[in-house]
């Protein structure tokens, strides 16, 4: 996993959330004070969910300069934004109405389009027009926050998929078969790598065992292809996601 990863272990989801809220208002101020903005991005997911509604409310949400904070998607599904499975809705209704964010600082993957392609190709522009990058260079996101799927995926990097070798888009188009909706947009491996800071936020026993497969030294799983080459990783998991690493760490 590399030198720069970090493993915290909580005794639940509400501790988990609480944590993860502190993290994100914690990397808000350090980059607000040493670059005058905020850029950060979401992830779908119900573990992330709780952590938004957290840092919603009191103390959290008065801690952040939302004036100066951008916020982006590290993937989103091919529906429409008040559908259900639209992780830009879901962070909407959890975080984002409730926090006097500028609607020009929330920058959304338009799931609803026609052209799935033409939709990856406008986000990662809309990334560079945000972020003031030049032709070919990466962004590098203060914070990016993921989840893990069961299969091992992270953001909609899917195990297999031929967008893991991807290294020069920034954003990608992706079809996951197996998954309920298929169609999806996900940044890409060099992208999240470029991160000054990535955050995964996992709970569950149903996550047990996918857990320890990623950290395991031979994993090829996509979670475990996730090491920022200058950032911090840090996994956040509840006691149940972690019960197997003992196990793991076992001659």
Known sequence: MGSQTEIKVL???????????????????????ARGRFTLVLSGGATPRETYERLAGPPFCDRIDWQRTLVFFGDERRVPPDHRDSNYGMARAALLSKVPIPPASV????????????????YARAIAGALGLRRGELPRFDLVLLGLGVDGHAAS???????????????????????????????????????????FLVSGPEKAKVVKAAFSDQSTLPAAMVRPANGRLCWLLDRDAAALLKTAAEP
């Open 157 to 199: 990097l899917f195990p297999g998929s031929p967008v893991l070798k991807e290294v020069f888009r920034t954003v990608a188009a992706v079809h996951a078969t197996a998954a309920a909706v298929p169609q999806r947009f996900t940044l890409t491996l060099p992208v999240l790598n470029a991160a000054a800071e990535v955050i």
């Open 107 to 122: 920058f959304r993957i338009r799931g609803d389009t026609e052209d799935p392609e033409a939709a990856a190709t406008e």
């Open 11 to 33: 005794d639940g989801p509400a501790a988990l959330a609480e944590t993860a809220a502190g993290v994100i208002v914690d990397a808000a101020v350090a980059a607000i004070a």
